[in-house]
């Protein structure tokens, strides 16, 4: 997934809920696979986060992508997942 972003804090300082959000585009490649199966498409992610401490963040992010094959363009295929992350943010 690649794309443009944005996230919106509560409060100025931690500790602070946030809510990340991203558009862009999105491909999948299956590694010692056939190239012909590589499909990409539009892509977006939304999260909710809580920033414990400056720059110490838990988020539980959604991203989907509608991917179609490149050769054939009524072959689409949705990919979606919830995950969980703890990162730290430098800023």
């Known amino acids: 997934m690649s794309g443009f972003g944005g996230t919106i804090h509560w409060a100025e300082s931690s500790p ?8 862009g585009r999105g491909s999948m490649r299956l590694q010692d696979e056939n190239p012909a ?16 401490s400056k720059g110490l963040h838990l988020e539980l992010s959604h991203p989907s992508a509608d991917l179609i094959d490149p050769d054939n363009t009524s072959n689409r295929s949705a990919m979606t ?6 990162k730290y943010v430098w800023y």
């Open 16 to 23: 602070s809920f946030y809510l990340a959000s991203m558009i």
């Open 81 to 86: 997942m919830t995950f969980a992350t703890v």
């Open 37 to 52: 199966l590589d499909d990409s498409g539009s892509d977006w992610l939304a999260g909710v986060g809580y920033e414990v």
